[in-house]
Nanobody, 126 residues
Framework: QVQLVESGGGLVQAGDSLGLACTAS????????MGWFRQAPGKEREFVAA????????YYSDSVKGRFAISRDNAKNAVYLQMNSLKPADTALYYC???????????????????WGKGTLVTVSS
């Protein structure tokens, strides 16, 4: 089993940048794809970004493409999300997720993620 802990959330103004980090512990040898999802108040959880095990493949939702960047450091069992040009619409609880079952990432939907963190809140004021 893998445990995921997010950090880095906070209150920022529109146009600001913010970086999120997620560290995995437990059975980290089974970490494959990792990603970020978010859930705004009153809305369903949505995909934000994902990255393959080696980092060669990254995927973004249309709403964040060009503004957010996902990266990972396998030596630290960590995944990061750099968020630039933040908008009030980016306000949400951001969840870190990991796929512990398949080395080849499933593209679409939940991207095969089966482990989830508890989330870190990002609030963007106008």
């Amino acid at each position: 089993q893998v445990q995921l802990v997010e950090s880095g959330g906070g209150l920022v103004q529109a146009g600001d940048s913010l970086g999120l980090a997620c560290t995995a512990s437990g059975r980290t040898e089974s970490l494959f794809g990792m990603g970020w999802f978010r859930q705004a108040p009153g809305k369903e959880r949505e995909f934000v970004a994902a990255i393959s095990w080696g980092g060669a493949h990254t995927y973004y939702s249309d709403s964040v493409k060009g503004r957010f960047a996902i990266s990972r450091d396998n030596a630290k069992n960590a995944v990061y999300l750099q968020m630039n040009s933040l908008k009030p619409a980016d306000t949400a609880l951001y969840y870190c997720a990991a796929d512990t079952r398949a080395a080849i990432m499933e593209v679409g939907g939940d991207y095969g993620m089966d482990s989830w963190g508890k989330g870190t809140l990002v609030t963007v004021s106008s």
